[in-house]
């Protein structure tokens, strides 16, 4: 099993616990049960990350606006409070106790039970979207 961390591999047996490191810039020697292996290679890939991460969201944007909007009632939150599908409710300083009173302004709303669990699992007006259309569409089913 092999791990990589920058310019450095960590390199440890299954069965034993013995962990070797070593650099990429020298020559490698590895002992596996008292062989040696000098045929050891290794190719660093550096990846492009994208400078912005975009959220996709599975549910209708109508679902997302509407959770959007019982969100700011609940959380009594000014018209000009931008809450998108990706808007953690912790970000708009919301607890837990302000967290079961959004999942009862849903629940309401949309005619929906969540199970406990299943609320719990809830973070964003993504999430919380996602769900409630999940359950509508079991209640409808």
Do not use: W, Y
């Amino acid at each position: 099993m092999a791990t990589s961390f920058c310019s450095s591999i960590s390199m440890q047996a299954p069965i034993s616990a013995t962990t070797r490191r070593f650099s990429l810039q020298k020559p490698v020697s590895i002992f596996n049960n008292g062989k040696t292996n000098n045929h050891l290679s290794f190719s660093l890939h550096r990846r492009s990350m994208p400078a912005r991460h975009a959220i996709s969201c599975a549910a209708k944007q109508e679902t997302v606006e509407k959770v959007s909007e019982i969100v700011k009632k609940q959380l009594s939150l000014t018209d000009d409070q931008v809450v998108t599908a990706g808007t953690k409710f912790t970000e708009l300083g919301a607890d837990s106790l302000d967290t079961v009173e959004i999942v009862m302004g849903l629940e309401e709303e949309f005619g929906i039970t969540m199970a406990e669990e299943r609320a719990k699992e809830i973070a964003t007006v993504q999430q919380a979207a996602e769900l409630i259309e999940e359950l509508v569409q079991e209640k409808t089913a």
